[in-house]
Each structure stands twice: as structure tokens, then as C-alpha cells.
Nanobody, 115 residues
Framework: QVQLVESGGGLVQPGGSLKLSCVAS????????MGWYRQAPGKQRELVAE???????YYAGSVKGRFTISRDNGKNTVYLQMNSLKAEDAAVYSC?????????WGQGTQVTVSS
């Protein structure tokens, strides 16, 4: 049974940083596309960043230059380093793995940006 568990969310002041982690278990995910999504209240879920098995990355325009996604295939873990956080980055962040046409999701971790 595939499980994804996120950690690292919390409250941070504008301009601050957080690093999210997501550990996957129950399978081998080295060939999967790992990503981070977020959903703010009243808004649709959006893709924040994703990273392919070979290391290629994609970022949403709103986070490019501030967020960095990385992965450790040996640990089945994907990270999201978030710098220069803004109020509009506040959301529930969920990690995902796309593998052989299937999506697997974590429960999400809350990120709050407030002074």
C-alpha cells in the first residue's frame, strides 16, 4: 500500500523560509514524477513544482526563483525548499507521485504565512 507522508509545514513570517519533506513508502518510485501541489481556501489545487526521475524540474511561474524542488530516490523522498514566502503562498501543500499513469497523494501539510 502506497503511503506519502508530508512534514515541515507551519507558521512563518513573510520573507521567511520553510522546507517541506515527503516520504513515500509501499513501492519503488525512482521512475515516478514527484511533485508538490497546493490548495488555498476557495481556490483550486495548483501544481507548484515537479521533478522527473532524471532531475528535470518544472515550477509554477508564481514560485519560480523562490522555491526549489529536489528528490532523494534512495530515500523515496521529495523536498520543497520555500524561500521569500509571501502571504499568497499560504495553503495546504500536498505531495504527489505520478507513476505508470496513476497518482498517489499525501494528506497535506499546512503552510501559513503571516506576521
Amino acid at each position: 500500500q502506497v503511503q506519502l507522508v508530508e512534514s515541515g509545514g507551519g507558521l512563518v513570517q513573510p520573507g521567511g523560509s520553510l522546507k517541506l519533506s515527503c516520504v513515500a513508502s509501499g513501492g519503488s518510485f525512482g521512475l515516478g514524477v514527484m511533485g508538490w501541489y497546493r490548495q488555498a481556501p476557495g481556490k483550486q489545487r495548483e501544481l507548484v513544482a515537479e521533478i522527473l526521475s532524471g532531475g528535470s524540474t518544472y515550477y509554477a511561474g508564481s514560485v519560480k526563483g523562490r522555491f526549489t524542488i529536489s528528490r532523494d530516490n534512495g530515500k523515496n523522498t521529495v523536498y520543497l525548499q520555500m524561500n521569500s514566502l509571501k502571504a499568497e503562498d499560504a495553503a495546504v501543500y500536498s505531495c504527489s507521485i505520478r507513476l505508470l499513469g496513476r497518482y498517489y497523494w499525501g494528506q497535506g501539510t499546512q503552510v501559513t504565512v503571516s506576521s
